[in-house]
């Protein structure tokens, strides 16, 4: 086994723990705080390491002789030379309570192996790509926003943003604003993403929870588009369990049939972490 200096979260002096089989020990390049409860950084990304956009990994710290590993979305594409995420802060969480509190140079665990349903793989092609997030649940649609073959096989995509607060949106905001000056997809993605961002607690232009905005029509009166179609629209989802919960039972009331790699259809997903 490998070791590692472990991050002094304690106030105690750093410890050396044995990294375990078949983890990357990565090195933070950058961090930024959003909020008091949300968060991004970055690591350096394992040469070995091969992964479609959209899918998720098991993050850690070498901070115990057994780290504490959950599952994050990759928010970089799949041809990042570095790997991004995008995390909550949980005050008493058994990782984040810690994992927020990270600089760069710090040491984060990484398992070898990448996973998860919110491929483009899983979707048969179609016109429209709408993308449903609450929270970090934004996080691998940062990496399938930013990844050509998304751009190969849907001709318009549209974000859907929901989180509690107004300050709490200013991730998926600054992604869909950098996208047209990225240099290696800003033309594919010129005029073909859609942003629509809601707020739950706080007043905004679009408040509401996702849900009840499409089931009202207003989402659709507010974008301009036509209603949600299986014969033209693909639907991936991720984030709060009751926002899956609801908007996979409104996909299906439309027509939409959940979709797999082995089985490629026109809805799909995320149940790994709740965002």
């Known amino acids: 086994m490998n070791t590692a200096t472990a991050l002094n979260t304690v106030g105690a002096k750093p410890l050396d723990f044995p990294i375990p089989a078949n983890v990357h020990a990565e090195t933070v390049v950058s961090v930024k705080h959003y909020t008091d409860r949300l968060f ?44 991004e995420f995008f995390s909550i802060k949980v005050p008493d969480g058994p990782l984040t309570s810690h994992l927020q509190k990270i600089q760069p140079g710090d040491t984060v665990l990484m398992r070898q192996k990448s996973t998860g349903t919110l491929v ?5 092609p179609a016109k429209r790509l709408f993308m449903i997030s609450t929270g970090t649940g934004v996080a691998p649609f940062a990496s399938l926003l930013r990844d050509p073959d998304t751009y190969e096989k849907f001709d ?6 929901t989180c509690r607060d107004v300050a709490e949106l200013a991730y998926g905001k600054e992604l869909v604003e950098g996208l047209e000056n990225d240099p290696l997809i800003g033309e594919l993605t010129h005029g073909r993403v ?14 509401g929870r996702i849900t ?7 989402f659709y009166s507010d974008l ?9 629209d693909r639907i991936m989802i991720c984030g709060s369990m009751h926002m899956l919960k609801d908007v996979k039972e409104l996909a299906e009331s439309l027509g939409f049939d959940e979709g797999s790699l082995s089985h490629p259809s026109t809805f799909v997903v995320e149940r790994a972490f709740v965002g």
């Open 156 to 161: 318009q995509v549209i974000l859907t943003h």
């Open 40 to 83: 991004s950084f970055r690591i350096t990304r394992p040469q070995s390491l091969r992964f479609r956009s959209g899918e998720f990994v098991m993050i850690g710290l070498p901070n115990a002789e057994k780290p504490v590993f959950r599952a994050y979305s990759v928010a970089s594409p799949a041809w990042d030379e570095e790997l």
């Open 194 to 207: 859609t942003l629509y961002s809601t707020t739950t607690r706080e007043e905004s232009s679009h408040m």
């Open 120 to 124: 483009v793989d899983a979707l048969t």
């Open 224 to 232: 301009g588009i036509e209603k949600l179609n299986p014969e033209t």
């Open 212 to 218: 009840a905005l499409i089931g009202s029509g207003k």
